[in-house]
């Protein structure tokens, strides 16, 4: 993610002081996503992430802990490494850090998905929410309902006429959808192109469940499809489509209330996104490295998905 914590050499020293993975050797910061501080951190023993978070209401203790339950059922996610005394998180500049396994592969941040990867990220996506079910906290989540409201709300004052009639009709179609009775359960919730590792063409993790939540399963394919099933001019590759709804499918059959609700899910997932850019955009957080998403790309995805009703192919 964008940096915006940097740590001494000092401090990394004393820092690793707390766990048993050897001496501090090289740290590098990571230029991607815009919400924590990442970092690869070298020692004598490995390689690993450092993630400092920034977002002062992440909670934290509901994410390591799904991310245990996971990695513990075959989902290839980063396991946090414990200190010699057993913790997960500790504090650095007063704010919460935790140090990672570092999982093989890249991102594909600025790579076009193939057919291949649409299959198996829709096929990751029903593992975890087939197996996060053994979880049983629960959690709302950042970005719930009221969220929508409040951020809306915040943008009046530099949102046109259009744009804002534009959210307003938008809002009401996202509290439709999640006041639908949609089959639920813990989604992740960002799962973008730079939060899934390939390496020589095979998923080998999935990153980032700082935005994991309670939610209907539906929003989180159609976060996916909104990045992942793309065309050059922003449209829904549906053979892409097909392919991942076709893999997740598979292993959780979709309901017939989901396959109804498909196209309003594709309009609630890229109201979130468009709202959260034109956010940062206004109000961004300072940062040492930090880079801004256009949110243009997710207003012109918005408008696409309200013109276009995209349908599922079902066996049906």
């Known amino acids: 993610m964008s940096v915006y914590t940097r740590l001494t050499k000092e401090e990394l020293e004393q820092l690793l002081n707390h766990y048993d993975i050897g001496n501090f050797i090289a740290i590098e910061g990571i230029n991607e996503g815009i919400t924590n501080s990442n970092y690869y951190l070298t020692t004598s023993s490995d390689k690993y992430i450092l993630t400092i978070f920034e977002e002062p209401n992440l909670n934290l203790e509901y ?79 950042l970005r719930d309902g009221k969220w929508f409201f409040k951020t809306a709300e915040e943008l009046r004052s530099v949102l046109s006429s259009d744009d804002i009639n534009l959210v307003n009709n938008e809002l009401k179609n996202q509290n439709e959808c999640d006041n639908k009775n949609l089959p639920k359960g813990i989604i992740h919730s960002d799962l973008f192109r730079d939060n899934a590792m390939f390496e020589n063409g095979e998923l080998t993790g999935v990153l980032d469940f700082y935005y994991a939540c309670n939610g209907y399963y539906l929003y989180d394919l159609a976060i996916i499809v909104n990045d992942w099933c793309l065309n050059e001019d922003m449209t829904i590759n549906i053979d892409k489509q097909n392919v991942l709804i076709e893999s997740y499918s598979k292993i959780r059959q979709l309901e017939s209330i989901e396959i109804e609700f498909w196209p309003n899910a594709l309009r609630h997932a890229a109201l979130r996104f468009w709202l959260s850019r034109l956010h940062d955009k206004h109000h961004p957080s300072e940062g040492e490295m930090t880079h801004q998403l256009d949110p243009d790309e997710f207003k012109n995805i918005l408008k696409d998905r309200i013109s276009n009703n995209y349908y599922l192919k079902t066996n049906a």
Do not use: R, W, Y
């Not at 245990?68 to 059922?73: M, T």
């Not at 890249?106 to 979880?135: L, R, W, Y």
């Open 63 to 141: 994410t390591i802990g799904l991310m245990d339950i996971l990695s513990k059922s075959e989902i290839p996610c980063p396991i946090p490494i414990k200190t010699k005394k057993g913790k997960s998180i500790i504090s650095a500049k007063n704010k919460p850090l935790s140090i990672f396994s570092l999982l093989p592969g890249k991102t594909i941040t600025n790579t076009v998905p193939s057919i291949d990867m649409c299959k198996q990220i829709g096929e990751i996506i029903a593992k975890i929410h087939v197996k996060s079910k053994k979880f049983t906290n629960h959690e709302i989540g």
